[in-house]
């Protein structure tokens, strides 16, 4: 009796499995039929673009050199009462004439990568690979056109500080370019030495990011920042393998980020006291829904992880989903700038649908703009490409 039962347990646990593995195919299915045409259109794009590095622009202001990234503060203008004396902030107003080159060349590797390792995984055409792999290289092996592992100099200030921890949020944008890598690795155009060199570009930021003030300070804010700094690091540490940051990153989730930055219904109360409140909250709510995406294993599941004062992912998904479908509704101020721009497809619903099987989650991401040209939205919106972050 007792191996009968111990061999209807096990059939039934297998039966379970298949089931779930099914359900999350047929998920999976769904949203590859949602993005076949925009991936395959982007990936044209993709196609005919050369690689543009930090090396391609280079700012006066910068002290770092040519291989260093470089950026200024968003929010910092000139101080009227003394114009060449240091700037002052304010929060929200983006001054137009802060140097962002480098950022928005990261953002165009990342849309590149994103796009190319998104149709590879549609049509299984190596080609695709091989032209990622061209910017790949220039960004992280190439002598000449490389960046250096670090953000020392990102976000200065003039007259304040020549780069800050908070500059590390630029670097999100490499999460699709690692996550593509990841997914493309295994082609077999890819150069072995190549990939370990790129790894091992990977494997010195994350040791930077980790180890130097800079990083310490980003990994502990309080803010999106320090939900951002969670999900980078998980998804370099996924592509080099570091066990041990992945479940530092599982950690800091379950017992900093939900805990600390989580209301009771949902939202985030640091993020809503923003100038740009709605942005904001579906900024940082998309980041902690990607760190479920990235973290999440069956042992060990943080789309399904509640803490002890009740706070959860779904919560949070809850929370924004009748905002995110009519913001009409949205009870806090209107953001300062970049109102009418938000929402889009934002990538914490497609997730969410996935993970908890939820159709009107789904149907709310579908039918939102999959696209966008404007640089601010670009710049909040790491995950731009669902389907390499997706496995069956």
Request: glycine share 6%; net charge negative; hydrophobic share 40%.
């Amino acid at each position: 009796m007792k191996c009968f039962l111990g061999y209807y347990m096990m059939v039934s646990g297998l039966c379970v499995l298949l089931l779930s593995c099914n359900t999350q195919s047929s998920w999976n299915e769904k949203t590859k039929q949602v993005l076949h045409n925009i991936v395959l259109d982007e990936a044209t794009w993709a196609m005919e673009q050369k690689p543009v590095t930090v090396t391609s622009s280079y700012c006066e202001r910068s002290v770092g050199g040519i291989h260093d990234f470089y950026s200024e503060g968003d929010y910092w203008w000139p101080n009227p009462a003394n114009p060449e004396g240091a700037y002052i902030r304010r929060d929200g107003e983006t001054n137009p004439d802060n140097f962002v080159d480098h950022r928005l060349a990261m953002i165009r590797f990342s849309k590149i990568v994103g796009a190319l390792s998104s149709a590879y995984l549609v049509t299984d055409d190596e080609k695709y690979v091989q032209q990622a792999f061209s910017h790949i290289k220039a960004w992280f092996t190439d002598a000449e056109t490389m960046m250096n592992p670090n953000l020392l100099y990102a976000q200065a200030i003039k007259g304040i500080t020549t780069g800050r921890g908070i500059g590390i949020i630029d670097t999100i944008h490499l999460m699709e370019v690692a996550q593509g890598i990841y997914r493309m690795q295994n082609a077999s155009c890819v150069d072995a030495e190549e990939l370990a060199a790129v790894k091992n570009w990977f494997a010195q930021y994350l040791r930077w990011l980790t180890t130097h003030k800079n990083g310490v300070d980003e990994m502990n804010a309080k803010n999106n920042h320090g939900t951002c700094w969670v999900m980078q690091v998980a998804s370099f540490a996924k592509l080099t393998g570091n066990k041990e940051l992945l479940e530092l990153c599982r950690t800091r989730y379950k017992n900093i980020l939900l805990p600390d930055q989580m209301a009771d219904n949902g939202s985030f109360p640091k993020e809503l006291d923003r100038t740009k409140p709605y942005g904001y909250s579906l900024f940082n709510l998309d980041a902690m829904a990607a760190i479920c995406q990235i973290l999440s294993v069956p042992e060990d599941n943080l789309w399904n992880y509640t803490t002890i004062k009740g706070q959860n992912i779904r919560k949070g998904v809850d929370f924004m989903y009748p905002y995110t479908g009519d913001k009409s509704g949205w009870p806090y101020p209107h953001d300062i700038m970049y109102w009418d721009n938000w929402p889009v497809a934002q990538p914490a619903f497609v997730f969410a649908a996935i993970a908890y099987g939820d159709q009107s989650y789904f149907d709310l991401w579908k039918n939102l703009s999959h696209t966008t040209d404007v640089a601010e939205v670009e710049r909040n919106l790491p995950i731009r490409n669902p389907l390499i972050w997706i496995e069956d």
